[in-house]
């Protein structure tokens, strides 16, 4: 079994971008590719993969199935962690989020954690809250591959 630390690691070189793929209704799989990073849950501490993400498509999908499943890639070498969604933003509250000033700090480590940097933390903050960027939270029940 690849550990999850192991599987992050393949996509590190690009920012780890990973294929995210959740379930449609019509019971049909959506994918598209996002930049995911590992961190700490921010209720329970244990590790957790963690993406932002705003619009339609992959918070419908995810609010009414959360299942997911993350892949990473390094060349041929690949791993994928499959588990439940947890979302929590300005429409998706959680009972661990105490408000907007938490919402926007966990941003941001979901951000830096993925590898993600930014010169104007104020803008990427304004940009976010106008977005209504949700962060998803996976705790991998299963993480495989070759990698």
């Known amino acids: 079994?690849?550990?999850?630390r192991d599987a992050v690691a393949l996509a590190a070189a690009e920012s780890g971008l990973a294929v995210v793929s959740t379930v449609r209704a019509d019971a049909t799989v959506q994918a598209s590719l996002v930049n995911v990073g590992l961190l700490a849950h921010p209720a329970t501490g244990e590790p957790a993969l963690g993406f932002t993400t705003y619009g339609k498509v992959k918070l419908a999908n995810l609010r009414a199935r959360p299942q997911i499943a993350v892949t990473f890639r390094g060349g041929w070498r690949w791993a994928t962690?499959?588990?439940?969604?947890?979302?929590?933003?300005?429409?998706?509250?959680?009972?661990?989020?105490?408000?907007?000033?938490q919402l926007r700090l966990l941003l941001r480590e979901v951000f830096t954690a993925a590898g993600g940097t930014h010169d104007d933390w104020g803008e990427y903050d304004r940009v976010m809250a106008e977005e209504r960027r949700a962060v998803v939270l996976i705790a991998p029940a299963r993480v495989y591959g070759n990698g």
């Open 1 to 4: 079994m690849t550990a999850l």
């Open 81 to 101: 962690a499959e588990g439940r969604a947890e979302l929590a933003g300005p429409d998706d509250p959680q009972p661990w989020l105490k408000g907007a000033d």
